[in-house]
């Protein structure tokens, strides 16, 4: 359990708010990372995992942006053992293939290239935010939003958008070295065409 320094926070009626929000967007998060791994669907997978991503990290930068959340309690409660994700993370990177492993800078002050897996990085964001979740389901407000906001500046904020990073380069690759191809095909047609593709340039 976690020992840390606190003064409880008051929740209003907007913190509460914000909670449910913050909890229906994780939920859906958790809910469609679990099917794109089931799907196994490659070809899509990578625009699906971009959106989502892209989504939760509105959640935390929401949370980002709010006062300091501070639990009721000095321990963090048990909400029992982290659930099980490894056959997702199996699942994930058996799809994502080649693109799975990645570099990023994990600290733009201190530039290091760090190699990770997106399926790696995924599982333990979902693991962050289920574990918030529980807090939520089971009542306690203001663990959750602590623990959230905690944990997103901490850690998987920062792995969120390595992740959103590294899907968006590879949607550029895809698409754009696609369209530099298609470019130099149309080209080699229009000097067949004008008769500037044969030997001596005429």
Same mark, same amino acid.
């Given at each position: ?26 939920? %859906?998060?958790? *809910? ?20 989502? /991503?892209?989504? *939760? ?7 980002? %942006? ?14 029992g053992p982290e659930p099980d994700l490894d056959d997702m ?35 333990? /964001? ?19 939003? +602590? +623990? ?14 390595? %992740? ?5 380069? *590879? ?6 070295? %696609?369209?530099? *191809? ?21």
């Amino acid at each position: 359990m976690t020992d840390i320094s606190f003064e409880p926070t008051a929740l209003d009626a907007r913190d509460r708010a914000l909670a449910a929000e913050v909890a229906e967007q994780i939920g %859906a998060f958790l *809910v469609a990372l679990r099917a794109i791994a089931e799907e196994k669907d490659g070809g899509r997978a990578i625009s699906l995992l971009l959106l989502e /991503i892209s989504q *939760v990290l509105l959640a935390g930068a929401r949370l980002g %942006a709010q006062r300091d959340f501070t639990p009721r309690s000095e321990y963090q409660p048990d909400v029992g053992p982290e659930p099980d994700l490894d056959d997702m993370r199996l699942s994930l990177a058996d799809m994502l293939g080649g693109v799975d492993t990645y570099g990023f800078v994990f600290d733009p002050y201190v530039p290091e290239v760090v190699e990770s897996q997106l399926s790696d990085d995924l599982t333990s /964001i979902a693991t962050d935010l289920d574990t918030g979740l529980r807090h939520y389901q089971e009542g306690n407000v203001a663990e959750a939003l +602590w +623990w959230w906001q905690f944990s997103y500046v901490s850690s998987w904020g920062n792995l969120a958008g390595a %992740a959103l990073n590294a899907l968006l380069s *590879v949607v550029a690759h895809d698409r754009l070295d %696609a369209e530099v *191809v298609v470019d130099a095909d149309q080209v080699a047609v229009a000097n067949e065409i004008l008769g500037e593709g044969s030997a001596d340039g005429r």
